[in-house]
Structures are given as structure tokens and as C-alpha cells.
């Protein structure tokens, strides 16, 4: 089983949709948990953390599930411009960051 | 304010050949990390410098090398490249709770091994 798993995808939504992304890790002792973008041959912007009591930024929320070892995103009324890849970012007790593989959002008009 | 910056943007080199990566971190951030991102990947983690030191390491071969100066700037070497080394890489600077702080990600080098 792979440390870091995301589908992905690519998710093809219309503008408006509500979209949810979900990443699974392997370690159950991790402690960490972010969510990147990257947009197309550009570096990885930090999106947002993730904590165990769920987190809100505007149109974007954050949750992990301890129990399930999953972390997810949503993002609520997608706009052009939410088109990009969203990584995310698990850092096990080693503390060797590791990122998934990505999963590609594409918001159509 | 300047953010993390790399150079060169990009690079072509050949079979065999060794190449010298560079990194300066946003003001105020004394840890580096470099990491390799192939096409369609995420990036995987090579290692982190704080102090001068690495502090952690990534499961890549020796022939990835490092170094820190005292003004925390970075240089990444890659010994003996192999095409399969071709991919972007990136460094990302920190404060000195290492990965526990955000990390911010340079714009990369390009890198293609002919």
C-alpha cells in the first residue's frame, strides 16, 4: 500500500458544483496534514492545513478522519480559476513529508 | 520581500554529467528541502538542511548530494545523471520547526538528462 494515495482523476465540474477530494495515508501515527495547489508548471502553493477539528477558509473545508486515516477537501462553489492539481501532504512520525500524487480539477464553464 | 528563488530554470544536460542546483529561502527561514517532481507526480522528498546539516533524507541514492552555507542558501549536486533524473526540482524553505511549519515552494529547476 502506497504511504499516500489520491485519485487522480482528472474531476471535470461545471462552474458552481461542489467538489470533494479525499487522500488516504498509511500511517496511522502521522501527525500532520496539508493541502497544496499546484496550477500547470508551476510550484505547489500551501492551500491550507488540516486539523482534527476540520478547518474553513471561504469556499474551501478541511477535514481529517483519524479513525479511517483519510483527509479530504471540499471546495463549495467552484469558480474557473479553482482549475489546478490539489496535492496532499502527510508527515508520518519520521517526519519525511510526503506528498500524493495529486488529483486534477478541472472547472468547466 | 523575496521569496524562494532557484537557479537556473531550467537545464539540459547529458548521460553521466553532474549538476549543481541552487536555492536561497524567503527571509527569515533557515531550513531548506529539495524534492524531485517527475511529470504527473508528486514531489518526493529528497532531503532537508537546517544548520547546515542534513537533518532528514529521502530514500534516494547517494548520488544525490547536498550542501547549506551559513547565509542558509542551498545547493543540491546529482552526480553520474541518468535520464530517469530528468524532472522538476524544487526547494522549499521553512522556520526551524522543519515540516511542522509551512513550507514555501521555489518556482523550480527544469532539469532534462539527454
Known amino acids: 500500500r502506497k504511504e499516500v494515495e489520491q485519485d487522480p482523476g482528472p474531476f471535470n465540474v461545471p462552474e458552481g458544483a461542489t467538489v470533494a477530494f479525499n487522500c488516504t495515508y498509511s500511517?496511522?501515527?502521522?501527525?500532520?496534514f496539508f493541502w497544496y495547489r499546484q496550477d500547470c508548471r508551476k510550484e505547489p502553493k500551501l492551500l491550507m492545513s488540516v486539523y482534527s477539528s476540520g478547518n474553513e477558509d471561504g469556499r474551501f473545508t478541511a477535514q481529517l478522519n483519524r479513525a479511517s486515516q483519510y483527509i479530504s477537501l471540499l471546495i463549495r462553489d467552484s469558480k474557473l480559476s479553482d482549475s489546478a492539481t490539489y496535492l496532499c501532504?502527510?508527515?508520518?512520525?519520521?517526519?519525511?513529508?510526503?506528498f500524493g500524487i495529486g488529483t486534477k480539477l478541472q472547472v468547466i464553464p | 520581500d523575496a521569496g524562494v528563488t532557484q537557479s537556473p530554470t531550467h537545464l539540459i544536460k547529458t548521460r553521466g554529467q553532474q549538476v549543481t542546483l541552487r536555492c536561497s529561502p524567503k527571509?527569515?527561514?533557515?531550513?531548506v528541502s529539495w524534492y524531485q517532481q517527475a511529470l504527473g507526480q508528486g514531489p518526493q522528498f529528497i532531503f532537508q538542511y537546517y544548520e547546515e546539516e542534513e537533518r532528514q533524507r529521502g530514500n534516494f541514492p547517494d548520488r544525490f548530494s547536498g550542501h547549506q552555507f551559513p547565509n542558509y542558501s542551498s545547493e543540491l549536486n546529482v552526480n553520474a545523471l541518468l535520464l530517469g533524473d530528468s524532472a522538476l526540482y524544487l526547494c522549499?524553505?521553512?522556520?526551524?520547526?522543519?515540516?511542522?511549519?509551512?513550507?514555501?515552494f521555489g518556482p523550480g529547476t527544469r532539469l532534462l538528462v539527454l
Open positions: 522549499a524553505s521553512s522556520g526551524d520547526r522543519g515540516f511542522q511549519e509551512t513550507q514555501y
Open positions: 501532504v502527510v508527515i508520518p512520525p519520521s517526519s519525511k513529508v510526503t
Open positions: 500511517n496511522s501515527a502521522s501527525q500532520s
Open positions: 527571509s527569515g527561514h533557515d531550513t
